[in-house]
């Protein structure tokens, strides 16, 4: 099974193919299931994958394909006493509400993004202030101990003068 760690890994056309290919496949449901039921929630799908993996451009570009492949499965069925204007507006309606899902998933990443980046300088400068402590405890301890040693020497050479 393809994880979304696998995904990340793919060149951007793949997600995006995958996108294409699920909108394509969803309006042939639409078609097939007829106009009594709606298959938003599962257009939303590759309108995601397509805004996280690729980016926002290519998310609209999902979108707009998303509420065109709706509005043609939706005017192919020709539903008695209804108006060709209304299939219009519910595909604009449909076609704001997916650009409205694009805008804020993009942003949702966009600011995970700055987040990531700003808890790694974070973590980069706590690291490398770590190493400059660990450094001049290094040094502190060798001058302690370069202290005790002359400390030691001092001693015994002041035995010495004081035994001769």
């Given at each position: 099974?393809i994880?979304w760690?696998h995904l990340?890994?793919?060149?951007?056309?793949v997600?995006?193919?995958?996108g294409?290919f699920?909108?394509?496949?969803l309006?042939v449901?639409?078609?097939?299931t007829?106009p009594?039921?709606?298959?938003?929630l599962?257009?939303?799908l590759p309108i995601f994958?397509v805004?996280?993996m690729?980016g926002r451009?290519a998310?609209?570009?999902?979108?707009?394909l998303?509420?065109?492949?709706w509005?043609?499965?939706?005017?192919?069925?020709?539903?008695?006493?209804?108006?060709v204007?209304?299939?219009?507006?519910?595909?604009?309606?449909?076609l704001?509400?997916?650009?409205?899902?694009?805008?804020?998933?993009?942003?949702?990443?966009?600011?995970?993004?700055?987040?990531e980046?700003?808890l790694?300088n974070?973590?980069?400068?706590?690291?490398?202030?770590?190493a400059?402590?660990?450094?001049?405890?290094?040094?502190?301890?060798?001058?302690m101990?370069?202290?005790?040693?002359l400390?030691?020497?001092?001693?015994?050479?002041v035995r010495r003068?004081?035994l001769?």
């Amino acid at each position: 099974m393809i994880s979304w760690e696998h995904l990340t890994k793919f060149p951007k056309w793949v997600p995006l193919a995958l996108g294409v290919f699920g909108v394509l496949l969803l309006g042939v449901l639409d078609y097939l299931t007829g106009p009594e039921l709606a298959f938003s929630l599962f257009y939303l799908l590759p309108i995601f994958l397509v805004t996280w993996m690729v980016g926002r451009t290519a998310g609209v570009s999902i979108a707009v394909l998303g509420a065109v492949t709706w509005l043609v499965a939706d005017l192919a069925w020709d539903v008695p006493n209804s108006s060709v204007i209304v299939h219009y507006w519910n595909g604009a309606v449909r076609l704001g509400f997916f650009l409205i899902v694009v805008r804020l998933l993009s942003a949702w990443k966009q600011n995970k993004e700055e987040k990531e980046k700003a808890l790694k300088n974070i973590l980069s400068a706590l690291s490398g202030e770590n190493a400059v402590r660990k450094r001049l405890s290094r040094q502190s301890r060798s001058q302690m101990s370069s202290c005790d040693s002359l400390r030691r020497t001092s001693r015994r050479r002041v035995r010495r003068s004081a035994l001769q």
